[in-house]
């Protein structure tokens, strides 16, 4: 697709299970991002992938949340053992990277709409 | 560490009026700086950007300008629109790593 597609669009589960939420970013984007998006607290860095490099997993708030990028495209971002703080819209975006002449990154982020989360 | 601060909102506004939402910024080095806006039931987008300092990013009427001396990253329009209505999310990114940081986000009400 032209996007980025995340899915599903909407979780419903219960307390304690375990969820996988889908990133399928823009074709040749070398960059992934995840961000969690919670009513009050603006957009929370969780991980960055850029290329074959090491990702930057510093925003992953406990052990509980783990992500991959396989192959280089699409992303899968997985929280074990849910709870109800958990519950908030997970964003996915994508990047290619780009500097401009003088320094500083010029590439733009293109997300996707998200996957509403909702532990009960 | 990085961080960006901004206005809290909401933001209301008649239409016409004019609008600056205020960001702020921490960072060790030299960053870029960015506003998104997500208009309702849409994904967020870039609205601009600015690279280096002094530098104006603007778009769609909206204006912000780089201010290294002050930290800030004003966002200005000068005839808001109903259609105007979003939240829009202030972001900065270093030179050494492309980790980007978002503010709260701002949210924006034009009433007609």
């Known amino acids: 697709g032209a996007g980025v597609s995340q899915s599903p669009s909407n979780k419903v589960t219960e307390k304690g299970k375990d969820v996988e939420l889908r990133c399928d970013p823009i074709?040749?984007?070398?960059?992934l991002y995840w961000y969690r998006q919670s009513l009050g607290q603006g957009l929370e860095f969780l991980i960055y992938?850029?290329?074959?490099?090491?990702?930057?997993k510093s925003g992953l708030p406990s052990d509980r949340f783990s992500a991959e990028r396989t192959g280089g495209s699409v992303s899968t971002l997985t929280i074990q053992r849910t709870q109800q703080e958990d519950s908030a819209v997970y964003l996915c975006?994508?990047?290619?990277?780009?500097?401009?002449?003088?320094?500083?990154?010029?590439?733009?982020?293109?997300f996707g709409e998200g996957s509403r989360l909702t532990v009960l | 560490g990085n961080s960006v601060t901004q206005m809290e909102g909401p933001v209301t506004l008649s239409e016409e009026a004019f609008l600056t939402i205020n960001c702020t910024y921490t960072?060790?080095?030299?960053?870029?700086l960015f506003w998104y806006v997500q208009y309702p039931g849409e994904g967020l987008q870039l609205l601009l950007k600015?690279?280096?300092?002094?530098d104006k990013g603007s778009n769609k009427g909206f204006e912000a300008t780089y201010r290294k001396e002050t930290t800030s990253f004003h966002l200005e329009k000068g005839s808001v629109q109903v259609s105007d209505s979003a939240v829009y999310f202030c972001?900065?990114?270093?030179?050494?790593?492309?980790?980007?940081?978002f503010g709260k986000g701002t949210r924006l009400h034009i009433l007609p």
């Open positions: 975006a994508s990047s290619l990277r780009a500097r401009a002449l003088a320094g500083g990154l010029t590439g733009e982020l293109f």
């Open positions: 074709s040749g984007h070398t960059a």
């Open positions: 992938f850029q290329g074959n490099s090491a990702p930057d």
């Open positions: 960072a060790t080095g030299y960053p870029s």
């Open positions: 600015a690279t280096k300092a002094d």
């Open positions: 972001a900065l990114t270093e030179n050494r790593d492309d980790k980007i940081i």
